[in-house]
């Protein structure tokens, strides 16, 4: 449950990049200053996170574009954006975690965080990033 709650951090320093339109890694001092009693390992991964879907973001949001059929990636909603680029950073970047967890945790967080649909369209796009990843 703490890597569950260390993703949901980095998915709300994340949206709160996309929506003031600053550098998420200039946030998280001030998210942490909000959500000071949270316990330092789960402080560290949310930030390893975050730090990575930054430094990757060009590549990853080009994976999830080309993996969204008959859909602009720019038309996602905040919250879907957020959670596919924390679920393909971890498929790409994050061996040590098995696929199936990064998937069923953005499954889990888009129920909580998204529309009734997200949890199916997350679904779906990371699976088919998954499948991209393996065939390379």
């Known amino acids: 449950m703490k890597r569950r709650r260390s993703r949901e951090h980095a998915l709300k320093i994340l ?26 390992d789960v402080k560290n991964f949310a930030e390893k996170i975050v730090k990575g879907v930054f430094e990757n973001k ?26 596919l ?19 069923n945790e953005a499954i889990e967080i888009a129920k909580k965080y998204g ?5 199916k369209f997350i679904n779906g796009v990371l699976h088919k990033i998954k499948d991209n990843i393996k065939k390379q």
């Open 85 to 103: 680029r924390i679920g393909t950073y971890e498929l790409l970047f994050e061996e040590k975690i098995p696929a199936v967890v990064s998937i």
């Open 15 to 40: 949206y709160m990049s996309d929506i003031r339109g600053e550098n998420p890694i200039d946030l998280i001092d001030e998210y942490w200053t909000m959500n000071e009693n949270e316990e330092q």
């Open 58 to 83: 060009e590549n990853i949001d080009k994976k999830i574009s080309s993996t969204i059929v008959n859909w602009d990636f720019n038309r996602l909603g905040v919250i879907d954006r957020n959670i």
């Open 115 to 119: 529309t009734e649909d997200s949890p």
